[in-house]
């Protein structure tokens, strides 16, 4: 079966920085993507991981282990505008790789 | 400028009624998909449609129903067997090699 996990909400304060996890168990594996998507929009694309290891684009930054089913999305110098649902995805290879599996999103409240 | 679109931003619908969702891109992508959202959950898939004239159940297909009669559009039709239609639909798009590109929602709403 398909199976990703994240914590349900989290809670941290401007300017310092979170850690977001992601575990996963699917038949297939092509790929991690992050979303965010603000509360009443659509999500959009944060970051990209299908090997191992971290991928940093400014103050977000991902990290992928394949072994161990694992992903982590950080953001540093966290601002008032961060406050939104962090979603994990991974892709799977049937259908030519474009089957996306979301798991529930993570709530982040971002306190001044 | 390239992108995928979704109308009405908000739709009601009354009891007994089939109503229809759009949804357009122009990115040139050849899959699509359909999405629901309830509130404070994730995304759970509807259909999707890897290539004109083709396409899938996801995990919730019952009472809804697609066509993909042009590579740019993917109507979503919400039919009166869907009992609890109250709910956040999300478009998407995307390639081989790419993530998934979302419209901006459509809000369904019963009176």
């Known amino acids: 079966g398909q199976n990703i996990d994240q914590p349900t909400e989290m809670t941290a304060t401007e300017g310092a920085i979170v850690q977001i996890n992601c575990t996963y168990q699917?038949?297939?594996?092509?790929?991690l993507f992050w979303y965010q998507q603000h509360a009443g929009e659509a999500p959009t694309f944060l970051s990209y991981?299908?090997?191992?290891g971290l991928e940093e684009k400014g103050r977000f930054s991902s990290f992928l282990s394949r072994s161990k089913g694992y992903s982590y999305l950080l953001l540093k110098e966290l601002q008032m505008k961060d406050s939104a649902s962090y979603l994990c995805?991974?892709?799977?290879?049937?259908?030519?790789?474009?089957?996306?599996?979301f798991g529930p999103g993570t709530r982040l409240s971002v306190l001044p | 400028d390239g992108g995928i679109t979704q109308s009405p931003k908000y739709l009601f619908r009354k009891e007994g009624q089939n109503v229809t969702l759009s949804c357009e891109q122009n990115?040139?992508?050849?899959?699509m998909y359909w999405y629901r959202q309830d509130p404070g959950q994730g995304l759970r898939l509807i259909y999707y449609?890897?290539?004109?004239?083709?396409?899938q159940k996801g995990d919730i297909a019952e009472g809804y129903s697609v066509s993909r009669e042009k590579k740019e559009s993917f109507p979503l039709t919400v039919t009166s067997a869907q009992k609890n239609p109250t709910a956040f639909y999300l478009c998407?798009?995307?390639?081989?090699?790419?993530?998934?590109?979302f419209g901006p929602g459509t809000r369904l709403l019963v009176l």
């Open positions: 998407a798009s995307s390639t081989e090699a790419s993530g998934q590109y």
């Open positions: 699917t038949s297939g594996f092509n790929g």
């Open positions: 991981n299908v090997l191992d």
């Open positions: 995805a991974v892709r799977d290879p049937r259908n030519y790789g474009q089957n996306f599996v």
């Open positions: 990115l040139n992508h050849d899959a």
């Open positions: 449609s890897q290539i004109v004239n083709d396409f």
